[in-house]
């Protein structure tokens, strides 16, 4: 049984460890390294740590100090012959480690530690904050508990490790250690490293970064396991699962469910934090703190890592892909579902379909002789469904931008309001604040900007190029159009990005623009368009944006498109699951002096291709380098959005066009009245969108960002953390995977 956090582990023996696991060799001599994290992000007051001696070294004449202490008695030589100790006793801040051998030679390392509680890079928490029943202090933490579950006996060919496309975790069943079931009720399950054991499941569950964690792993009750000797089943993969929705919660939440036997089955651990749930914290930059955090813990306790993959629909999507190429490294693989890119280019979509709704809800807003059809509705929205607006707005238009939503934790007496403008503010732009930094000019009480644009954007302009609507309802549609202030209220004229909160977006990652997703292998999951907000279109406009990132058609993307709505295919998860395993295991064992983005590309392997399900009569043609692309009209849903209708680009990541004059001859041969040419130039007085030209401050996102000093005072808008120090991570991924410890 493990021991909590902050307490040593007893010294063990590493048993049968795969090889691929370890750490990437260090050159000869004396060296430390900080095996689960980079060695200036430790948390929790440990780290699992390696000295690698010089050859010839007796290990039981070496001394280990930390600080002013002796910790020799923590590290041990073990069998697979390095020399490694679960370092505790670190205090908040720095640390220096020194070993010293026999003849006086030393070296030393600098770990620089943070508590359990955060923040070790996303800057000042936000507040109010509302901990768990059981916390043992503000920060919301707690000693972990551990939960025991078992699969009961099935027809085995269902658990095979290798074929066994279905997604059993319904099927989990309490076990009591004290009181088990009889061995015949428990199934058996081969992993992928060839171990048989019986399929019992301990969940472990705690508290770090404010928030709740959850592990589970294969587990033999009543054998041992550390970090240097793990029970043989586990494979040192893991699989980290994701929540759904968009929110930004004040309190402690709950975290994923962690029973996924699809990965379990196969001897993966299987990860979650309550805050890489989107629908509780849609923030790239705590999301990505505490997994982090909790992926340092694991390793701590169970042991290094080969690589990791991340899973889920919705906003596990988009909490995936966002984490991916703001942090990478975080992933070697992600399998996104029904998915979103990020949040604040869906915001993009958001400010669009309320601000249309409130014109054509509202026919007292229309100009004289103004009559809009559903059709016409339709051209100007991008989707045949009018509902998909009304659900996707009504749904997150008020948590991404009203200070005044009932965000959780917060009582009616703390928000903010008219009347308490220092109040909290519960919209997701002031949740983000240390991303997005307060807006210029007259900010009193230091709100945070918001980087959503509309200047310049003709919306409906496509459907009047093609004739759909008449150049009078054009003219009445952008002249009525507005905007919102910071405030929720509408607003007659457009609205206006907020400086630095757009330039910011980009770097921090708050828009995806997948330049540091080159690394990572990538399976889009999707179905047909229903109109129930996740629109289909969102998994090509990753391709198209990792197409600008990479400067061609990007290999390490593949899309399988299936008939059941939104997900494709029930069994979709489980399979891209395999399939993702074996196209990084290909990586892995790639040693060629090869960039990481190359060897994703060349070792996909020949059956991981872009695809559609086998439905009959479903017309496929094969595209070279590219597979089976769906052509039917029933499945091929890549309906658009007001603002592609406007003349964006599927890539949807331009939160504020640059402009060019407003100019007759473009829309030829669509003529203007005078009257309503006059009112063009008054809408758009300092020009178009030119979609032709990057957005405004549009630019790749910085890998790796801090948004805090080493006092903890706050960087609005952060800076680059750099590479990591050296002796980094070395636990993190097998060394095919460790580029992102040079970011």
Not at 495 to 523: F, S, W
Request: proline share 7%.
């Amino acid at each position: 049984m493990l021991h909590c956090r902050r307490v040593v582990t007893a010294l063990a023996t590493v048993g049968a460890v795969i090889a691929l696991a370890a750490p990437a060799a260090l050159a000869d001599g004396l060296q430390i390294q900080v095996l689960s994290t980079r060695a200036d992000l430790v948390s929790g007051g440990e780290a699992l740590t390696q000295i690698q001696l010089p050859a010839g070294t007796d290990p039981s004449t070496v001394n280990v100090g930390l600080n002013a202490l002796d910790v020799t008695n923590q590290f041990a030589e073990r069998p697979n012959g390095e020399f490694e100790g679960l370092l505790s006793g670190l205090v908040n801040g720095s640390n220096t480690v020194t070993a010293t051998l026999a003849d006086g030679t030393s070296t030393s390392a600098t770990i620089i530690n943070h508590p359990i509680g955060g923040p070790i890079f996303a800057g000042p928490q936000v507040q109010p904050w509302v901990c768990q029943a059981g916390a043992t202090d503000a920060q919301c933490d707690e000693a972990p508990t551990y939960a025991y579950f078992y699969m009961p006996a099935v027809d085995q060919s269902q658990l095979d490790s290798t074929t066994g496309p279905m997604d059993l975790s319904d099927l989990f069943q309490s076990y009591d250690p004290s009181d088990p079931p009889p061995s015949a009720a428990i199934a058996t399950t081969t992993t992928d490293n060839g171990t048989t054991v019986p399929y019992i499941v301990r969940v472990e569950t705690g508290y770090l970064d404010r928030d709740q964690y959850s592990i589970a792993m294969l587990w033999q009750p009543g054998q041992p396991w550390t970090p240097w000797s793990p029970q043989p089943q586990w494979d040192h993969k893991l699989v980290i699962t994701h929540g759904s929705s968009c929110g930004a919660d004040h309190d402690t939440g709950t975290a994923p469910s962690t029973e996924y036997d699809p990965a379990l089955r196969r001897g993966m651990a299987v990860m979650s934090t309550a805050m890489d749930n989107a629908g509780h914290d849609c923030s790239v930059v705590t999301e990505a703190e505490s997994l982090i955090m909790a992926k340092e813990h694991l390793i701590d306790e169970y042991g290094t890592l080969r690589y990791t993959i991340g899973t889920g629909c919705s906003g596990g999507s988009l909490a995936q892909q966002q984490v991916a190429n703001a942090y990478p490294g975080v992933y070697q693989g992600i399998l996104p579902q029904c998915s979103f890119p990020d949040a604040w280019s869906t915001g993009q979509e958001l400010l669009d379909y309320q601000l249309t709704r409130n014109y054509f809800e509202n026919p007292t807003k229309w100009g004289t002789g103004i009559a809009w059809t559903p059709v016409q509705i339709a051209a100007v929205q991008g989707h045949p469904n009018y509902a998909n607006s009304v659900e996707l707005s009504t749904l997150y238009w008020p948590t991404l931008a009203d200070p005044a939503y009932d965000c959780a934790g917060v009582t009616a007496a703390q928000r903010w309001s008219t009347s308490n403008p220092t109040g909290t503010r519960c919209d997701l732009e002031d949740y983000m604040i240390n991303l997005f930094g307060p807006y210029q000019g007259n900010n009193p009480y230091g709100y945070a900007g918001i980087p959503l644009d509309n200047v310049g954007v003709q919306y409906g302009l496509d459907a009047l190029e093609d004739g759909i609507i008449t150049p009078a309802q054009f003219v009445d549609l952008n002249q009525k159009i507005g905007g919102y202030d910071n405030n929720y209220d509408t607003t007659t004229s457009r609205m206006v990005a907020q400086e630095p909160a757009l330039a910011n977006d980009y770097r921090g990652g708050g828009i995806n623009e997948t330049n540091n997703l080159t690394d990572v292998a990538i399976i889009d999951l999707r179905g047909p368009d229903a109109g129930s907000f996740h629109d289909a279109y969102r998994s090509w406009a990753i391709r198209a944006r990792l197409e600008q990132a990479e400067g061609h058609f990007p290999k390490n993307d593949v899309i399988w498109f299936g008939e059941t709505p939104l997900i494709g295919d029930p069994n979709y998860a489980a399979e891209a699951l395999v399939a993702m395993d074996g196209w990084l295991s290909a990586v892995e064992a790639d040693h060629r002096s090869l960039s990481l983005e190359d060897k994703i590309a060349d070792d996909r392997p020949a059956s991981v291709h872009d695809q559609c399900s086998d439905i009959p009569d479903v017309d496929q043609v094969v595209v070279p380098g590219v597979g089976e692309v769906c052509q039917s009209p029933l499945l091929q849903t890549r309906f658009a959005t007001p603002r592609m209708e406007a003349g964006e680009s599927i890539a949807t990541d331009q939160e504020k066009c640059q402009l060019k004059p407003l100019s007759q001859s473009d829309y030829y041969p669509i003529t203007f009245s005078d009257a309503e040419w006059a009112e063009l130039q008054q809408i758009f007085p300092n020009g178009v969108c030119d979609w032709s030209k990057p957005g405004v401050d549009q630019q790749p996102t910085i890998p790796w960002q801090t948004y805090q000093t080493a006092s903890g005072s706050v960087i609005y808008g952060g800076q680059p953390l750099g590479a990591a120090p050296a002796g980094s991570g070395g636990g993190w991924t097998s060394s095919s995977f460790d580029t992102w410890l040079s970011q």
